[in-house]
């Protein structure tokens, strides 16, 4: 008869896990010279353009 399925998969990722890298990765170097961030005005500041426009299209369109 054939073993326990179980013990076949621990055997089986056992054996996967000790054969390849097992999680370990190769370090990618990174950029140094990162962008600059948007400053949180800006995102505000089209926030509220983006909400008067959309107000604008909303009143145009229910006034006509």
Known sequence: ??????RLVTDALRAQATSTNA??????PI????????????VLG??????LAAGTVAAVITLS
Do not use: K, N
Request: charged fraction near 25%.
């Open 1 to 6: 008869m054939a073993d326990d399925p179980e």
């Open 23 to 28: 999680g370990f990765a190769v370090p990618v």
């Open 31 to 42: 950029d140094e010279d990162r962008p600059a961030r948007m400053s949180a005005w800006w």
């Open 46 to 51: 089209l926030a509220l353009l983006l909400g």
